[in-house]
């Protein structure tokens, strides 16, 4: 066919999961400039692969025929239309092109760039700064945000609107998010890239005198600490895992690595050797949302409210890793490819960290008689590192020799602040610096997991622990008894998590016991939950409504894939899971996705100014059940020498 799509040089894919190569992307940009149309007024906000029939997936052998296809959101900045399309690579044709009317495509990358440099070159943006005594343009940074639809004013709606925030930087490389420029926000156009107007409300009296920097060229009176000796973590043999294109190996376990724009890493085909065969426990892991709410409701702080992963994407804010700085040891690294808003494909090298971490003691008894038994554990960690703007999200999985998997994430960067006059701080922060407080506000994290124990006919049950009353059989108090209640419909399916008595959740397949007669499982264990603290009529809860459970349990169904609905930015309701449980379909053995909501409540401190240490958070999946004793029986124990003997 002499067409520009199929003129591409074909890649190999070698599993129908693998994710999007930088080939077709171009070819899926080509085939929609082809066939409907898609010009230079067009941009394209998203490509990502649609992801084949989980039958497919996981039956794939080597040498079966690999359908490919890309699902595609573009739109026409002449007049704003979005369009939604599914591009078949294989066949060189366009599936489906649906016009989505009133919907908002996540922002790009592009645009934040282009927002920031279009603001410092309008000569109404640089009068408002040097009223303000600002007056090195090329020391400004002007941050975009994106609106909820309820903060649209009236004239500007059908727009393809932004917010933005000013910062400056005293040096020319110095920290911008030490000086924030108090009430002044710019409206922009997005799609016109035009100022529409200034808004200019307040400004302190004078700005104060802050130690805003982090850079030790920046903080001359800093001492490096000099009594740290260094810490060499080797493996001259090698490391333990294997990694064949997209599938690792190790200890039993096996999985596949993909990526997309919005998730960033997703986790795929998760199962676990045992006995001489390959146990399913998920069919697809990732981290489908986050919704930050600043909770200040102060003219700078009033509509920042970010929807990090549906509003821009984790995939297109991931950056490249550092060996000795963001990992430690011997490492394996997987490129990602993305493409930009021109549909053109670039390529994050060392997107994705494989490495193994010494994780203490696994398991030790020491007998009087035959001594001491002790096996070191070791744990598999797959990890990205995100940007977004201000702050920085790390994410790991961490895999177990015992079965466990546990979701961490690590929250650092730099915290949002303001400035007051003497006297008059807000409440809704914590002090910082001279005159200077960070606004509390909340990291709402939604972990999507498609879980397959042992097979897609699972069950969730809820598990709560009681403590029978004191009476004859239990004269001192002392019973503890454990229930389980299986989860039914989709109105059963959403759960709060509960202190008092520990309630956590099962996955259960009854259709297959374990060598004691009951079910294999794994049980979800939450350890960062917490309330939303929003009126259930605030505009900003009704675009998360997600945000209102610890736990929901729907059935799989391949177009459920976004909580808060697959249009966020300008969005009024969440469109996602209050939508598909409202049909409270059944979630009784068969395919089921467990929606967690984990996640910081930042009450702001002053040691994490001006860069904040890590906050960690995490959630665990627990085997119950699921093997018929300690899988790590078999570890084996380390050399004599190492233990000193």
Not at 38 to 58: D, G, M, Q, T, W
Not at 141 to 163: A, H, M, N, Q, S
Not at 567 to 587: M, Y
């Amino acid at each position: 066919m002499n067409t520009e799509a199929s003129q591409q040089t074909t890649v190999a894919v070698r599993h129908p999961l693998d994710p999007l190569t930088a080939d077709e992307f171009r070819r899926a940009a080509a085939i929609l400039r082809r066939d409907r149309g898609v010009n230079e007024a067009y941009r394209f906000a998203s490509i990502e692969l649609r992801e084949p029939a989980k039958a497919l997936a996981r039956d794939f052998t080597a040498g079966t025929a690999i359908v490919r296809e890309a699902l595609v959101v573009c739109w026409d900045r002449r007049d704003g239309a979005t369009y939604k399309a599914v591009v078949s690579l294989t066949e060189d044709t366009v599936l489906s092109w649906e016009h989505q009317p009133g919907k908002q495509p996540n922002m790009t990358v592009d645009e934040w760039h282009e927002c920031d440099e279009a603001m410092r070159k309008d000569p109404r943006v640089a009068q408002a700064l040097a009223k303000r005594g600002i007056t090195e343009l090329d020391k400004v940074l002007i941050d975009v945000w994106t609106f909820g639809d309820f903060l649209v004013p009236d004239k500007y709606r059908g727009r393809r609107l932004g917010w933005t925030d000013a910062w400056f930087r005293t040096e020319s490389d110095s920290n911008p998010y030490a000086h924030p420029v108090n009430g002044l926000h710019f409206l922009v156009d997005m799609n016109e890239m035009r100022l529409l107007e200034i808004e200019d409300t307040f400004e302190v009296e004078s700005r104060p005198r802050i130690v805003g920097e982090y850079q030790p060229k920046h903080l001359p009176g800093l001492r490096p600490r000099q009594d740290l000796r260094p810490l060499h973590i080797a493996q001259p043999d090698g490391v333990s895992f294997t990694v064949d294109g997209h599938e690792v190996y190790w200890q039993g376990w096996s999985m596949r690595l993909g990526f997309n724009y919005r998730e960033g890493l997703v986790i795929h085909r998760v199962g676990y050797r045992d006995q001489g065969r390959v146990r399913s426990i998920a069919h697809r892991l990732s981290i489908a949302e986050m919704i930050v709410p600043y909770r200040d409701p102060g003219v700078d702080h009033v509509r920042r409210t970010a929807f990090d992963i549906g509003e821009w994407g984790l995939g297109f804010m991931t950056t490249s890793l550092t060996l000795g700085c963001d990992c430690l040891g011997e490492i394996a690294y997987l490129d990602a490819e993305l493409h930009d808003s021109a549909g053109e494909p670039y390529t994050i090298e060392d997107a994705i960290c494989i490495h193994e971490e010494d994780d203490r003691v696994l398991w030790k008894h020491v007998d009087g008689v035959s001594g001491a038994q002790v096996r070191r554990s070791r744990r598999l960690v797959i990890s990205c590192h995100v940007t977004v703007a201000n702050y920085e999200y790390l994410i790991y999985w961490n895999f177990y020799q015992d079965g466990n998997i546990e979701c961490e994430v690590r929250a650092t960067g730099i915290m949002v602040v303001g400035h007051f006059d003497e006297g008059h701080q807000p409440p809704f922060g914590t002090l910082v610096d001279q005159r200077t407080y960070a606004p509390f506000h909340q990291h709402f994290l939604v972990a999507r997991m498609d879980l397959e124990i042992d097979g897609v006919h699972n069950t969730v049950c809820m598990t709560e622990s009681s403590a029978p009353p004191t009476g004859p059989d239990n004269p001192y108090g002392l019973a503890l008894v454990s229930t389980s209640t299986p989860l039914l419909t989709e109105a059963d399916g959403k759960q709060d998590f509960r202190w008092e008595t520990q309630r956590g959740w099962k996955v259960v397949n009854t259709n297959v016991t374990n060598h004691l007669g009951t079910p294999v499982g794994y049980k979800l264990v939450p350890s960062a939950s917490f309330p939303a603290m929003l009126d259930p009529s605030s505009p900003v809860f009704q675009r998360a409504q997600v945000i209102g459970h610890t736990l929901w349990v729907t059935p799989y169904d391949p177009d459920e894939r976004w909580p808060c609905g697959e249009f966020v930015n300008q969005s009024a309701t969440d469109e996602g899971l209050p939508v598909w449980a409202a049909k409270n379909r059944s979630i009784e053995n068969t395919d089921v996705v467990l929606w967690h909501v984990f996640g910081i409540h930042h009450i702001t401190r002053p040691e994490e100014w001006p860069i904040m240490p890590v906050d960690k958070i995490s959630f665990w999946l627990k085997p119950v059940g699921f093997f018929d004793r300690n899988p790590a029986l078999d570890v084996a124990p380390s050399p004599p020498e190492a233990c000193g003997s």
